[in-house]
């Protein structure tokens, strides 16, 4: 089905085609004919299936619909995270660009007076994360309630960080006679009674068809714990992977991982909340455009971003939540592509995989790599060096010394990708 067989107006179906949408995904051909109507919603949807187009479509038709005061903001979208709030407001604006409606994403991390020079200006719909937004109100007097489209994005996590009495108090700010649509991967019990509490006999809709991401192949590598940074760098550098984003379960680990990343030769960076957004963005960005080969992240990144043909992911640690893993593997494999996600498993995170394997309702294959499995000797710089606060350097580094390193390099990559191949680390 096309975009072109419901009522939208031409300016948003030119705009859709410009944006390379062809055919309608599963969720939008779900969620747009029962949003038009104006009734209030919940939808269930695997992440990259097109959600934001789901909502903001309907959304944009609504508000050229309407002959009301074009000063007032009337359509309010909120979302757990800033990347997401990003990623939704620059959609929409994609999908308006032939239009006269504005919108504007506020947040925190970044400066506020550029966002409250952009609000003062007018703007038609608002993305907020709920810190940013109730620090316009309390601070600047925002005014909601002319809004009569309200959108929770992600609800499931908005919920998880704790943003739940922020969402009440929004929905006593907007206009009286509004809607109100519930987007999210999942819904726990209590992402449902939210919903029973703030909307009003809503239409359920889910579209989600596994409990993880069909389009994605998933395996498992079992190795040491103390060798998991060796043997993701070992991985990237054989198969010569360009764009590979990995998760680690902490911001120290994922600075230390990427320490090693570096130390091996390999272009990468961190993403975490205890970055600038400034930060954030230029990793965020560079990784787009090929300029770092690998985005060592935390789960602040599982959610909302949406990086084109993304080929892998790696859960270089597991996460605390076995749900967490359908929203990290969820990067890849995004609006009908395929994708690849891995996880190194060692002794201490069987209990964990289990979990996650209950969960998506099967079994993932192990893999171990020659030289990697279980029982063999480590090599003498993990048996003789002295680990200190993950966010230093080994001891023995630290002094210059090798740590019983042989002169020559422990692995060999592919003749197109040795300049960039550091030969740090000791032949097994």
């Known amino acids: 089905m096309k975009f072109s067989a419901f009522d939208l107006s031409p300016l948003i179906l030119d705009a ?12 939008q051909s779900k969620v747009i004919p029962v949003a038009v109507t104006g009734c209030d919603l919940m939808a269930c949807a695997e992440t990259g299936t097109g959600k934001t187009a789901a909502f903001a479509l309907p959304l944009l038709q609504k508000l ?43 947040y925190g991390g970044a400066n506020m007076n550029p966002q409250r020079k952009a609000l003062n200006a007018g703007v038609d719909i608002l993305v907020a994360t709920p810190g940013r937004l109730f620090d316009f109100i309390g601070q600047h007097g ?19 960080m704790g943003f739940v009495r922020d969402i009440e108090r929004v929905k006593g ?14 819904y726990s019990d209590d992402v449902k ?4 509490k703030m909307l009003c006999d809503p239409t359920w809709i889910n579209v989600a068809t596994s409990k993880s991401a069909s389009s994605v192949e998933q395996e498992v590598y079992l190795v040491d714990k103390r060798r998991k940074a060796e043997l993701l760098s070992e991985l990237v550098g054989r198969n010569n992977w360009q764009q590979v984003l990995v998760f680690a379960s902490s911001k120290e680990s994922a600075e230390h991982i990427q320490k090693e990343l570096k130390l091996d030769g390999l272009k990468s960076a961190v993403f975490h909340g205890d970055k600038t957004q400034g930060a954030r963005n230029r990793a965020l960005e560079e990784f787009k455009s090929g300029a770092l080969r690998v985005l060592v992240a935390t789960d602040v990144a599982a959610r909302g971003l949406d990086i084109h043909a993304l080929p892998l992911v790696v859960n270089i640690e597991l996460p605390f939540d076995a749900q967490d893993y359908i929203h990290r593997i969820g ?9 690849h996600a891995i996880s190194f498993v060692c002794p201490s995170d069987e209990k964990m995989l289990e979990e996650i394997e209950a969960l998506i309702e099967r079994k993932l294959p192990r893999i171990v790599v020659p030289g990697y499995e279980q029982g063999t000797a480590l090599p003498a710089r993990y ?9 230093k350097k080994r001891v023995e580094r630290r002094k210059g010394k090798p740590a019983g ?17 550091s030969s740090r680390r000791s032949k097994r």
């Open 331 to 339: 990067r890849t494999g995004r609006a009908g592509l395929t994708g």
């Open 64 to 106: 050229l619909d309407e002959f009301l005061d074009r000063s007032a903001l009337r359509g309010l979208i909120l979302t757990p995270t800033r990347e997401l709030a990003i990623q939704v407001a620059d959609n929409i604006s994609r999908y308006s660009q032939f239009t006269s409606l504005k919108t504007l994403a506020v």
């Open 405 to 421: 390193r042989k002169e020559q390099t422990r692995r060999t990559k592919s003749t197109s990708d040795k300049s960039s191949y």
């Open 193 to 196: 009674c939210l919903a029973q």
């Open 173 to 186: 700010l907007v206009a009286r006679q509004h809607v109100t649509h519930f987007f999210s991967a999942t």
């Open 383 to 391: 048996r003789d060096s002295v680990e200190v606060a993950p966010n």
């Open 142 to 160: 925002l005014d909601l309630s002319s809004v009569t489209s309200l959108v929770i994005d992600e609800a499931d996590r908005m919920l998880d």
């Open 16 to 27: 859709v085609e410009v944006c390379g949408y062809q055919q309608l995904t599963q969720v």
